[in-house]
């Protein structure tokens, strides 16, 4: 950014503009868990609420799976809740860009906290050190607004107006395709490379662990290539 | 279908809906930034690209929509997907060339 002086304003609408991206992998998404939500005889409101309060769209599609199934209740929560476990990698990662802030406006940025808006602020605070308190909230912000009312008027049209999408539309693929966009940025850089390649394989390779904990134990291990690499750089550089 | 009864199913949103919240406020709302150390911090900068490819790789290799079988068309979109990302930095560019690949494979490779 060239001013370091533009307004949060501004900061809001440059979050808004760079979410852009996502109209093509939230809309899907959030029609295909319309449509399904609806086929396993949610109502509408149950389905809106799903989207509305929980917001994070795999543990949704998790939850109604397992409802489906008729699973026990307290495995349905406990499966779906984690799914979401990497929020909590997420949430320690934002205290040193949030963690001045009152703690009013940390619980309402908690509400914002969802992958597209984590990769988005991560890369552009990294990007743009200079930016204040104030203009990485409205930037982080700005990118759950675009996304939000998106999410819950796709869901809403799923519900209402759906019909089983075929699966030959490959709806599916636009949720790794989302997450490849999101981390891809970041790997030009060396060290940050070699942390994706440890996510990758570790996940591979720890798929047999269940409710999906190879993941985080693998995002552990690919934090700490990602720095030793860093350092070692470092010191070969001096 | 679901058979649970209307309680039950709001019970299952309530709780995800509270838990998911705690979680994403946890060390946000918890730790203090002052006194975070500066290891923590340094592997917390990888945060993004440790967990995000892993969430991915399941679903490029194993595609549900296939039953498990590798799919060419999905594995040349991920490529193509990653590749634009890191050669653009852009994750506009990486989506696109994502979908893309994705459609054209699907078409052309059936």
């Given amino acids: ?238 | 279908m679901i058979t649970a009864s209307q309680l039950s199913v709001w019970f299952v949103i309530l709780a995800l809906a509270v838990a998911t919240y705690l979680i994403r406020f946890s060390f946000l709302g918890l730790l203090d930034a002052e006194k975070m150390p500066r290891w923590l911090e340094r592997h917390l900068k990888f945060v993004g690209v440790a967990v995000m490819p892993g969430i991915a790789a399941p679903a490029v290799f194993w595609p549900d929509a296939t039953g498990g079988d590798p799919d060419p068309a999905r594995l040349l979109a991920a490529l193509a997907a990653l590749l634009v990302g890191i050669w653009r930095r852009s994750v506009l560019a990486s989506v696109a060339a994502g979908l893309v690949t994705l459609y054209a494979g699907l078409f052309l490779l059936g």
């Fill in chain 1, 1 to 238: 950014m060239p001013d370091k002086n533009f307004s949060s304003r501004q900061a809001f609408w440059l979050g808004f503009r760079d979410a852009l991206p996502f109209l093509l992998i939230v809309v899907p998404f959030g029609l295909l868990f319309g449509v399904v939500g609806k086929e396993a005889g949610l109502s509408l409101l149950q389905v809106m609420a799903f989207s509305g309060l929980v917001v994070a769209g795999a543990s949704q599609f998790t939850a109604v799976a397992l409802l489906t199934d008729h699973a026990p209740l307290l495995i349905v929560v406990l499966t779906a809740v984690a799914v979401n476990l990497r929020m909590a990698m997420y949430s320690a990662a934002l205290v040193p860009h949030f963690g001045r802030a009152p703690l009013g406006l940390r619980a309402v940025l908690a509400y914002f906290l969802i992958d597209q808006t984590f990769a988005m602020g991560v890369n552009k605070f990294a990007a743009d050190p200079g930016m204040s308190l104030g203009q990485k909230m409205a930037y982080f912000s700005g990118a759950f607004w675009f996304m939000m009312p998106l999410w819950i008027i796709a869901t809403y049209a799923g519900s209402v107006f759906g019909a089983a999408i075929p699966p030959e539309y490959a709806l599916d693929f636009a949720v790794p395709i989302c997450f490849i966009a999101l981390s891809a940025p970041a790997m030009r850089s060396f060290p940050y490379f070699v942390a994706g390649v440890v996510s990758i394989a570790g996940t591979l390779a720890l798929a047999f662990i269940p409710f999906k904990l190879g993941l985080m134990i693998a995002a552990v291990l690919a934090m700490i290539a990602g720095a030793q690499t860093e350092s070692w750089m470092k010191r070969r550089a001096q």
